[in-house]
């Protein structure tokens, strides 16, 4: 976690991502990537394209007050002594991530989940659902305040798969990073019914190739997977929740289906994502 993108639109939300991101960076002397994106709609008029965007008077505007808006971020107390590059772009939010990703070698992806529906634009259809899908990096979506973000319990719900051993991996890193126990988590649905000897099977052979020794297994049964992270994660007061994700198949992959209302309303905890 020594690089660190943190996307902006100054919003409250996108601020308590950077603040975490500046604990983070902090903890392990990293620096920070203070990204906004330009929504102009340049891509309706061809003969702004090009080299010539940063010239028009619209860009020229825009970027002037994005600058002015950073200098006010950078002034926070929390961001003294932290390394900060700030940079102003033009694509589609997803691409310009993934762009920025690419050039920097960024570790991490933090961003803010906007309003009361919580997940609901992270995982329908809004530009973090399409940076969670596309980024090669995990993806920590934060939407609350957190003065002091610590992983105590961290929940990595799966369903145990070979394809997911390196998200794993990515995942104990991070849990090892915090000193934080790791909860595997299996759900157990009725449509998918899968016998508890037989999910712990599958999880000791997932795991056997890991030198992590801080966790436990939970095989937790619910109406759906959804309803199964959610109310495990309350029930242990979880810190982070972590997933994997199937790139352009994106969370549904995982899900087996839509998000459920129950999930997007009352996912309040972080949730990282791994890309498979």
Do not use: W
């Not at 596309?134 to 070979?162: M, Q, R």
């Amino acid at each position: 976690m020594k690089k660190i993108l943190v996307p902006t639109d100054f919003s409250d939300q996108a601020n308590y991502a950077l603040e975490v991101a500046a604990q983070l960076a902090r903890k392990n002397n990293g620096e920070i990537y203070l990204l906004h994106m330009l929504d102009l709609p340049l891509n309706q008029i061809p003969e702004l394209g090009g080299d010539t965007v940063g010239n028009i008077p619209e860009a020229m505007f825009f970027m002037k007050l994005a600058h002015n808006k950073f200098e006010e971020i950078l002034s926070q107390d929390f961001l003294k002594g932290i390394t900060i590059h700030e940079t102003v772009d033009f694509h589609q939010t997803f691409e310009g991530i993934k762009n920025t990703c690419k050039e920097h070698q960024v570790d991490m992806v933090i961003m803010g989940s906007h309003g009361a529906s919580g997940l609901k634009e992270m995982f329908i259809g809004s530009n973090t659902e399409k940076v969670v899908r596309t980024s090669d990096v995990p993806v920590l979506v934060i939407k609350n305040e957190h003065e002091n973000f610590t992983i105590n319990d961290f929940v990595f719900a799966s369903d145990f798969k070979n394809d997911s051993k390196e998200t794993y991996k990515q995942a104990t890193e991070l849990a090892e990073a915090f000193n934080s126990k790791m909860h595997l988590l299996f759900v157990n649905t009725p449509n998918r019914f899968t016998t508890t000897a037989t999910a712990n099977t599958r999880i000791l052979d997932f795991i056997k190739d890991s030198d992590f020794s801080n966790y436990e297994i939970n095989i937790f049964n619910d109406e759906s997977v959804e309803k199964g992270i959610l109310n495990f994660s309350h029930i242990i007061g979880a810190d982070l929740i972590g997933i994997s994700t199937h790139g352009r198949q994106g969370i549904a992959h995982f899900f087996n289906g839509s998000i459920s209302e129950d999930l997007v309303n009352h996912a309040k905890r972080p949730v990282i994502t791994f890309k498979i």
